[in-house]
């Protein structure tokens, strides 16, 4: 029996093709999520939904048939079908009695940490006051192409969790759990009703990254995992047609597959870990050996800096780790290869002392399972 008696807070991700039908929002459906939302509120559990369906309520929208692939016109896509989309979920969770909010995100927005700030102030508030927020991707200003969006919502909706603290993510999908191996190639391919670590077999019955035959996109919702997991948040993947699917989980029923969590890493590491870089320096062995130790980072292990970034910013190491450096690139460039004692000497007095603090400092293999 799966225990979540301790759970306070919980994400909800629903995708695209449990939200569609041909008429567009499929309705029926989202009326059951409500009451099933519900529930979970009335058991005093804290529901933050994460919602696909807005490029293809746009889609629909227009007339347009078939996959949209081109970035301009699922971004106007987007922008067409998110007030759609939110225009249904406001009237099924209107008949609950339930006020919702709307949530469009950015990488940037997570990636800064003051407007991550100000996004977990907004999320706090809104739960006090007992509104549903509902989360999506800004499509319409974040683009794939430019290397700013988070492209699907599996892992738009583990970061969500991640950074809001949940103690469960449900992915409700159209699959009904993981398998030991693809169930459309395999006849004897079984559900995995536990996981609790995710071999490289498990990876690779979930298919390569992209690949055609990936098992419904399990591959990224396995990425989603290694997020939330990280996090210290256990990740149930389910399908959603299954009555009061939500409702049963939290009760501890088995269904789909339970993701375990792994011990959680400070929030201020995690949101180091998940950002992405702005920049690039190099270090030479003696200063990875430091830093392995849990050392600061010196100057005097500094052999190149790349990209234009200020003091704060999220910087990545060799590819080992990520930091936050006490100093902006062009301070950087000044200080390649110096000793300490000359810091103060070319930046002034009020200069740090070190590029990057131990605390400061995440190894990217954390990040892996
Ligand atoms: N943000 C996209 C949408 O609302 C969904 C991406 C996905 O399918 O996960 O259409």
Redesign the pocket.
């Known amino acids: 029996m799966r225990d979540f008696t301790y759970c306070k807070r919980v994400v909800v991700k629903i ?2 093709n449990l939200l569609s039908s041909p008429e567009g929002v499929h309705v029926e459906f989202l009326t059951k999520v409500a009451r099933d939302i519900c529930v979970l509120r009335q058991k005093g559990l804290q529901v933050i939904v994460v ?6 309520m746009g889609a629909r929208e227009l007339g347009l048939n078939g996959k949209v692939s081109k970035i301009n016109m699922r971004q106007a896509c ?1 922008a067409i ?1 998110q007030p759609l989309l939110m225009q249904s979920y406001r009237s099924v969770f209107g008949k609950e009695g339930v006020k919702i909010a709307q949530l469009l995100l950015t990488p940037e927005v997570l990636n800064n940490r003051k407007s991550y700030l100000t996004l977990r102030d907004s999320l706090e508030t809104l739960l006090s006051l007992r509104v549903l927020p509902i989360v ?2 800004n ?1 319409s200003v974040s683009t794939s192409e430019i290397g700013n969006a988070f492209g ?3 892992r738009l909706s583990a970061l969500v969790a991640s950074k809001i603290d949940a103690d469960l993510l449900i992915l409700m999908t159209d699959i009904d759990a993981l398998y030991d191996a693809d169930p459309r190639i395999n006849r004897n391919a079984k559900p995995l009703e536990i996981v609790d670590e995710l071999t490289p077999e498990i990876l690779a019955a979930a298919g390569s990254a992209g690949s055609a035959h990936s098992t419904g996109g399990m591959r990224t919702k396995l990425d989603a995992v290694k997020i939330a997991r990280r996090a210290g948040c256990r990740v149930v993947l389910a399908h959603g047609n299954n009555e009061r699917v939500l409702e049963r989980i939290i009760a501890g029923e088995s269904l789909g597959t339970l993701f375990l969590a792994r011990p959680r890493i400070k929030n201020r590491k995690r949101w180091i870990l998940y950002s992405r870089p702005e920049g690039f320096l190099r270090i030479d062995e003696g200063a990875v050996r430091a830093l392995r130790e849990h050392r600061s980072l010196l100057p005097k292990g500094l052999s190149a800096v790349e990209g234009d970034f200020s003091t704060g910013a999220v910087v990545q190491v060799n590819d080992m780790a990520k930091i936050i450096s006490n100093f902006s690139s062009a301070e950087l460039q000044k200080l390649i290869g110096l000793h300490s004692s000359r810091i103060t000497e070319i930046l002034g007095k009020e200069a740090p002392a070190v590029i990057a603090r131990p605390e400061e400092t995440v190894f990217i293999d954390e990040r892996d399972e």
């Open positions: 995708g695209t919602t696909s369906g807005a490029v293809g987007a079908g999506n991707e499509d699907e919502n599996d």
